[in-house]
């Protein structure tokens, strides 16, 4: 009898750690300092949600719509991946996305899944219709107390499936029309970063990495899409040259069913002038 309860609470102990490493939404901030960014956007805050992959946070997904709007966010990026190509269930998104257009600005860029879904269309048309900045290799300005920056978005490489990834990037990065001004990106795969910062972008905001999937305490990350075993770009702040690069470990999960050690995350920027 000792032996059995022994064992049932070991089994409640790891499901009760796999439930939390899955369902227990973290917000994560950081702060993000330039001489560049105009003094009408100084402390400005965005919250960045990525990597949904159609997972569920609470009844119609109470409780990540509450650590968004707890953000007090001033515009809301989507960096990719709303669905899960592999369980395709845009209406189980859009529930997140009618809570967020509530709060604030949405902008919205595609991940590979939405691309392997074949369902970009589908998926472009409902946000535009709920009013999300749907971009895809563009780029719009935000106004803020008669200042400007840039907020530009490119669409994932899988969309140009006949050339190499990282050329697809550069492409997509010339037809958004970067200017001079201070320039937020939205961009999935943070495995470009180089790319990113050859074109002079200020900030990007990427996801795609989940984290590492499993996270070894004190090592990082296992596994990532585009960047393999232990990679190490999986969450964080990255430097390269003039550009910083926010990346979210994201919030679901597809071909490996679970996270280990690696908590769900919203991500939350603010923007402050040198």
Known sequence: MKKLTVFILIVLLIWSGIWISNKWVQTTEYTVTSEKLPEAFDGTRIVQVSDLHNATFGRNQSSLIEKVEAAGPDAIFLTGDLVDSNRYDLGASLVL??????????????????????QVAEIASALRERGVVVLADESVEWEKAGATIQVAGIDDPLMVPDIHEDEATQNSLEHAQLTDDFTLLLAHRPEYLSVY???????????????????????????????????KVTEGIFEKDQTEMVVSRGLGNSTFPVRIFNLPEVVVVTLEKE
């Open 97 to 118: 996305v009618d809570a967020l257009v509530e709060m604030s600005s949405v902008y919205y860029v595609t991940g590979n899944h939405e691309v392997a879904s074949n």
């Open 197 to 231: 910062a050859e074109e002079e972008v200020d900030v990007v905001f990427s996801g795609h990495a989940h984290g590492g999937q499993i996270r070894i305490p004190g090592l990082g990350g296992l596994i990532a899409p585009g960047q393999g075993w232990f990679p």
